[in-house]
């Protein structure tokens, strides 16, 4: 059966505190994407990786940190930096061969309080 | 700068309606663009279009590029209740590989 998973489905945090999203995927591709999606903003690219051990800034990476070290696994950190995190956190991810389209998991929805 | 523009943000019509949802694009070097729909949680995926003048169709829904105006179309014939939704539309830019998404139009389909 494969897929994305994201974890936890909801999530809570006080101010000041960092916290990590997993995403995993069994779908064997190679690049994955970490989006932002606040109400009315459509989705906003946060970081990518094409390749494992490799990843890219995003339009909106501030206060937010990635690592690539499996190919199955993009875990994002959301750092006490990032002013306004409370939003909805999808995954996604492609194979990069034949660029077809983007598979998403079903998302974080990350609360700050 | 990249960027995706679509229009309407929001539509509301009744069931039977035919809509157009517009997506215009501004990128480098590009290489596709994409349309998904997305009702609660994860989008899914609907057309990727990389030819102009070449319609792609799905039942009630097609699209079409056109790489001269920069822009697509997403059209969606006899509106059902179900189609309610955000449709999403990105293009991806050659160089990098960046996948950059539009605000999305909102559409509400009334019974």
């Known amino acids: 059966d494969g897929g994305i998973t994201q974890s936890p489905k909801y999530l809570f945090r006080k101010e000041g505190q960092n916290v990590t999203l997993s995403c995993e995927q069994n779908l064997n591709h190679d690049a994955m994407y970490w989006y932002r999606q606040d109400p009315g903003q459509g989705l906003r690219l946060i970081y990518y990786s094409q390749i494992v051990n490799d990843f890219q800034k995003g339009d909106i990476a501030e206060g937010y940190s990635v690592s690539r070290e499996k190919k199955e696994s993009f875990p994002l950190t959301v750092t006490s930096a990032q002013k306004n995190p409370t939003a909805f956190y999808l995954c996604a991810s492609r194979e990069t061969s034949t660029y077809n389209e983007q598979f998403f998991g079903p998302g974080t929805r990350l609360t700050v309080l | 700068e990249d960027k995706v523009v679509q229009s309407p943000l929001s539509l509301v019509v009744h069931e039977g309606d035919t809509v157009t949802l517009n997506c215009s694009y501004e990128?480098?070097?590009?290489?596709?663009l994409l349309w998904y729909k997305q009702e609660k949680k994860a989008p899914t995926f609907l057309f990727m279009l990389?030819?102009?003048?070449i319609e792609k169709k799905s039942g009630r829904l097609s699209s079409i590029l056109d790489k001269k105006e920069l822009s697509s179309i997403l059209n969606i014939t006899a509106t059902q209740t179900g189609d309610s939704a955000i449709y999403l539309c990105a293009v991806e830019e050659a160089r990098d590989d960046k996948i950059i998404f539009g605000k999305g139009t909102r559409l509400h389909i009334l019974p």
């Open positions: 990389t030819s102009s003048g």
């Open positions: 990128v480098t070097n590009f290489r596709s």
